[in-house]
């Protein structure tokens, strides 16, 4: 028995849209702001963890957030995207395999 911790009740027909357009297409929409977001969160962690907290509240450290944004921002929301697309993915297995058993009993019950 697997618990599920969605805040949403899963819509079907929207998968279906977005799987439509294709997983390249998702990872870019939904991934990249993750890693953008993940990229600036990881750079203020190691400034802080590396002693140079006054560098976070530096105009110096533009350049630094810039670069660290360019290199970890797609790499992170590459991942991110990848997990979000398939946790997707399961959610619309488990939806069809539902669906495929409910059809099974309505045909057996009548």
Do not use: C
């Not at 027909?13 to 990881?42: D, M, N």
């Not at 995207?81 to 045909?107: C, I």
């Amino acid at each position: 028995m697997s618990i599920d911790f969605s805040i949403t009740p899963f819509d079907a027909e929207r998968w279906k849209s977005v799987r439509a357009r294709g997983r390249v297409s998702f990872v870019f929409r939904y991934g990249l702001p993750f890693g953008v977001v993940l990229a600036a969160i990881l750079d203020t962690a190691l400034l802080f963890v590396s002693g140079n907290a006054d560098l976070a509240l530096s105009v110096w450290r533009i350049p630094r957030l810039a670069l660290s944004i360019a290199i970890y921002g797609p790499l992170l929301g590459a991942a991110a995207g990848q997990l979000l697309w398939d946790r997707g993915e399961n959610r619309y297995r488990n939806h069809l395999l539902k669906e495929a058993f409910r059809a099974d009993d309505a045909a057996g019950a009548a």
